[in-house]
């Protein structure tokens, strides 16, 4: 005697397949929304084998070239995430000038070798420095895989220190005498040398400001090659210039005026001062 299925059960057989069928659906349809293509790679570490510099002390990672340039050379490493193992990675390293987005180099780093998604690399990079350039230098690393995908990156910081000079003024140009206008007003100008051992390129700032009968704010002085708009002649020759207005409500008699320079650590030079006559 056969064995017959009532309604029931096959109504039940029914709904059992068709939720089995509806899951295995939706699990190929999951599958089917992740693209490895693209997942991007992941950088999860770098690192510097030095994390100060001195220019003037270090013998092993510094290399003087003459003219205030230095050669500099930094171990870096680090370990990245590759989701395709398959795919190759390159590894980037921007170094970047302190206090600025201007870039000392920009070098691609060979990978040492893979296991599964882990890629480490460790490397020997070399830049040029100029003594003015000191500060803080940037080192950003990143990864990008053969198809293009970017991952995150990583900064890591390399102190530049030196022994710092002080910068020096000279050669101060400016009228002794002047007449005031009964209106309007009269053009002046004010130059003076300004230099540092270490360096044009350490100049910070050439300033002046009157200091009697009354204080005055500084007042910039530069080396642009502006003659207009300065009243100076030849940019980066070392002589800082700058025109300023005399109106008819000058105070007479002596006016006297301070001129200073500072580098880019913020020590002053000396200071030279001048005095202009301001008669009727």
Do not use: W
């Not at 590759?82 to 920009?106: G, Y």
């Not at 690399?121 to 053969?146: A, D, L, N, Y």
């Not at 970017?150 to 022994?163: D, E, H, M, Y």
């Amino acid at each position: 005697m056969h064995n017959v299925k009532t309604p029931n059960n096959f109504v039940l057989l029914a709904f059992l397949v068709s939720i089995v069928f509806f899951f295995s659906s939706c699990e190929k349809e999951k599958d089917a929304l992740i693209d490895h293509n693209l997942i991007s790679p992941f950088l999860l570490s770098a690192n510097l084998s030095n994390n100060v510099v001195d220019l003037d002390q270090d013998t092993v990672n510094i290399r003087q070239l003459g003219n205030n340039i230095y050669e500099i050379t930094i171990n870096v490493s680090g370990m990245a995430l590759n989701p395709i193992s398959v795919e190759p990675l390159v590894i980037f390293l921007q170094i970047i000038k302190p206090n600025t987005n201007s870039l000392f180099s920009s070098v691609e780093l060979p990978t040492n070798f893979s296991t599964g998604d882990t890629v480490t690399f460790t490397s020997e990079v070399t830049f040029i420095i100029h003594r003015s350039e000191v500060g803080r230098v940037k080192f950003e690393f990143f990864t990008r895989s053969s198809s293009g995908l970017i991952s995150n990156a990583l900064q890591k910081t390399l102190l530049i220190t030196r022994n710092n000079s002080r910068p020096e003024i000279s050669n101060i140009v400016a009228p002794d005498t002047i007449i005031r206008p009964t209106s309007g007003f009269r053009l002046i100008k004010f130059s003076v040398m300004a230099s540092d051992s270490d360096g044009y390129g350490d100049i910070e700032q050439v300033f002046f400001q009157r200091i009697s009968p009354t204080v005055s704010s500084a007042i910039l002085m530069f080396d642009s090659g502006d003659e207009q708009l300065h009243g100076d002649q030849v940019a980066g020759d070392g002589v800082f210039s700058r025109v300023v207005q005399i109106d008819s409500t000058a105070l007479f008699g002596n006016q006297i005026f301070l001129f200073q320079a500072a580098d880019r650590l913020g020590t002053i030079s000396d200071s030279l001062t001048h005095t202009i006559t301001i008669i009727p």
